[in-house]
């Protein structure tokens, strides 16, 4: 603090009164909320409008026809790249500038880093969703909507990798610091590989739909190399606080991520069994070391929240388990597609979606000028619909798309109907919760 005073000082050409340093200050930290709001808010808009609407559009098509392969690739592709990118990818991007900038010297760069980002990034997951859609110039807007996200993330990292944490007094950095950092080197390869996949598209292809052989591939980098591990090292940070866990295993977490990284690097290479095998090993050793099952030190604390959150934080992690286990099944089998989708579909609506509606409605609101969470009436109803219809579509890809229960078609639609309203639900209530003015006892600040 003491540092950033100094700063302020020098800035100013003079020294700064108390109220002086608390209305500096107080802007600041306003102008970090809104920048917050505006990514969150555009993540919701990815993943209400290309991607949940879009992907319910897509299921009700493949229900009707009892095929999976009656809606084409490059729709389902779009549909998941707006999930993945527009909607958790930008809520990475802004929770990330949101928590370190704030403690280092904001110049006007730093803010304009800041919204570039946010422009280039959502112009160019806009442009990748646009072309899977209706392939119009898609040779040339394919490529650069996988540059424009690259350069966006590439001044994401550039400004958040200049962080120095100021009188921590900490030398030696936490085990979920190198977690997210993992995490964080894997989006930038996850980007990379995305614009070599679009150039070799561009050059070679003959639509944006990328090769089976090569999207399961990629899938795995996605999700398990990128978004797997920032799930592990937010929670590694949180979660002891908010479910009164016992202290995090570190050293169990890091060789969680390796275990976890060579699944990804082994899938990448063709591997498939023994990539599922390392990604199951690396969720239960990730489990252990987060103590998630363990009798907790101190209750949990649900303040603002629904007392129900630690349950569906456990049960997002029994998913991941659930996903990998059903990897191992589908790469032991033949012809085992609707294998691999419930396992996806478990990963990323089971544990990452469920994990983004938990720890998002928890810390979000608080992040974003200390206000309260609009519902938690409605956080409960959003986070039991999620379950539900997870667990509907799930079952369902596996009876349905195997061919083991032909009834099973039917449950498609009904599990897209539920998960709808699910993120429906809490975009309304996150939506709401900015809209809301502050508590009034902090209204001054």
């Known amino acids: ?103 280092r010297r904001m110049s006007p760069f730093s803010l304009y880093a800041v919204w570039a980002s ?40 550039r400004t958040v990798s200049g ?12 085990e979920w610091v190198f977690v997210v950092i993992g995490g964080s080197i894997g989006l930038l390869l996850t980007l990379v590989v995305n614009f070599g996949i679009t150039l070799f598209l561009a050059t070679w292809g003959t639509s944006p739909e990328i090769p089976a052989y090569i999207d399961r591939r990629f899938l795995v980098l996605e999700t398990w190399g990128c978004l797997v591990p920032f799930v592990w090292g937010f929670s590694a940070k949180w979660l002891p606080i908010f479910l009164g866990l016992r202290p ?53 604390k649900v303040q603002g929240i629904h007392s129900s959150f630690p349950i569906f934080v456990r049960l997002a992690y029994v998913w991941a388990l659930i996903a990998a286990g059903l990897g191992v099944w ?38 974003s000028g200390m206000r309260l969470l609009f519902s938690t009436k409605l956080m409960f109803l959003a986070m039991v619909l999620l379950a539900t219809g997870c667990l509907l579509r799930v079952n369902a890809e596996v009876l349905a798309y195997q061919g083991f229960v032909r009834s099973a078609w039917s449950w498609l639609p009904v599990s897209a109907i539920v998960e709808m309203t699910a993120v429906t639900i809490f975009a309304a209530n996150l939506f709401a919760t900015f809209l809301r003015h502050r508590p009034a006892a902090l209204a001054g600040a």
Request: hydrophobic content about 55%; overall charge positive.
């Open 1 to 103: 603090m003491t540092t950033l005073v100094t700063r302020m000082e020098q800035e100013a050409g003079r020294p700064l009164t108390s109220l002086e340093i608390f209305d500096l200050t107080a802007a600041r930290e306003q102008t970090l909320s809104r920048m917050l709001m505006l990514y969150i808010s555009t993540g919701l808009l990815f993943m209400l409008l290309p991607g949940t609407f879009f992907g319910v559009w897509n299921l009700l098509a493949i229900s009707s026809h009892r095929a999976a392969d009656s809606v084409s690739p490059a729709w389902i592709q779009a549909h998941g790249h707006a999930q993945i990118f527009g909607w958790i990818g930008t809520f990475i991007l802004g929770v990330g500038f949101y928590s370190i900038p704030k403690l």
């Open 118 to 157: 946010w422009v280039l990034w959502t112009v160019g997951v806009s442009l990748r969703w646009l072309t899977g859609v209706y392939p119009w110039q898609w040779r040339a807007l394919l490529p650069l909507s996988a540059g424009l996200e690259l350069v966006a993330f590439v001044i994401f990292f």
């Open 163 to 174: 962080h120095r944490p100021e009188g921590s007094g900490k030398s030696k950095l936490e």
């Open 248 to 300: 995090v295993r570190g050293r169990v977490l890091l060789w969680a991520l390796g275990m976890n990284f060579a699944g990804v690097l082994t899938a990448l290479w063709g591997w498939m069994v023994v990539a599922v095998l390392c990604l199951l090993s690396g969720i239960a050793l990730a489990v252990y070391a987060l103590r998630l099952f363990e009798f907790p030190e101190r209750p949990a």
């Open 330 to 367: 589908a790469a032991s089998v033949e012809n085992s597609h609707g294998i691999w989708g419930a396992s996806r579909h478990a990963l990323t609506v089971g544990f990452l979606a469920t994990m983004v509606f938990g720890i998002g409605q928890r810390v979000l609101p608080a992040f």
